[in-house]
């Protein structure tokens, strides 16, 4: 399943592109879902409360009030991984893209083919993509690591926990562990932080984004280490 945003102040236009790319999608047997934008406005707003939940996002450039480059620079402020296509009838913005770090561009009217590219690409780059992913219910939640404070453990319940929001999802901690590498270290049985979101070390505990972690005596050792190292990486 992938999450499609299409952002475009042209109903026809939206409508047309969800069509190809469902044509396109169907014929890698992949399962879409798509959300309509007709702003760039409407999709920050959107965005400030579903964090993570739209993998690849079309944009038109020529929109009425904010247009797609400035809606992309936001976009991007807010999600360095989120992957972003441009849409438009000219050439002249091409090159601006770069700025922003566009995956490609189409030209409307689309071609099958320009699509088959830019999806090739998007597959590709979210294998090498900085995020976790996980599943909550029936929607995929893409976050990027660096956002990500720490995780707690209830059972088999784990809450990965970001300063906008909290997923929660089924799963193990080591498996969440085993995925993540060293970036994050375990100071509990019960808790996976992300090393760098630590600020200090205060006897059992560790204050990770200002929030106070129980670190248990089996892992204390672990837990110095891995700071040290972030603090030289750092």
């Not at 945003?5 to 969800?18: M, V």
């Not at 959107?46 to 400035?70: C, K, P, S, T, Y």
């Not at 913005?93 to 830019?118: H, I, R, T």
Request: hydrophobic share 40%.
């Amino acid at each position: 399943m992938i999450r499609i945003g299409i952002c475009d102040d042209n109903s026809d236009a939206r409508l047309g592109l969800e069509s190809a790319l469902e044509r396109a999608l169907d014929r890698r047997r992949v399962q879409g879902q798509f959300f309509s934008f007709s702003s760039g406005e409407g999709l920050l707003r959107w965005l400030e409360h579903h964090v993570g939940e739209l993998d690849l996002i079309f944009l038109d450039i020529e929109m009425e009030g904010l247009d797609g480059m400035e809606t992309a620079r936001r976009l991007r402020a807010s999600d360095a991984g989120l992957q972003l296509v441009f849409v438009t009838g000219y050439t002249d913005y091409v090159f601006d893209g770069y700025s922003v770090g566009a995956l490609g561009y189409l030209m409307k009217p689309p071609q099958p083919e320009k699509l088959d590219d830019v999806l090739d690409r998007a597959a590709a780059q979210r294998i090498l993509d900085d995020a976790f992913v996980c599943r909550s219910g029936e929607t995929f939640y893409r976050i990027p690591r660096q956002s990500i404070v720490y995780f707690q453990s209830d059972r088999r319940q784990v809450s990965c926990v970001t300063p906008e929001r909290t997923y929660v999802f089924y799963g193990k901690l080591d498996d969440v562990a085993k995925e993540l590498g060293e970036d994050f270290v375990r100071i509990h049985q019960r808790y996976l932080v992300r090393a760098g979101a630590v600020s200090r070390l205060d006897g059992s505990q560790v204050y990770a984004e200002d929030k106070p972690l129980p670190v248990s005596r089996a892992y204390r050792q672990a837990v110095l280490a891995a700071l040290a190292r972030a603090s030289l990486e750092g």
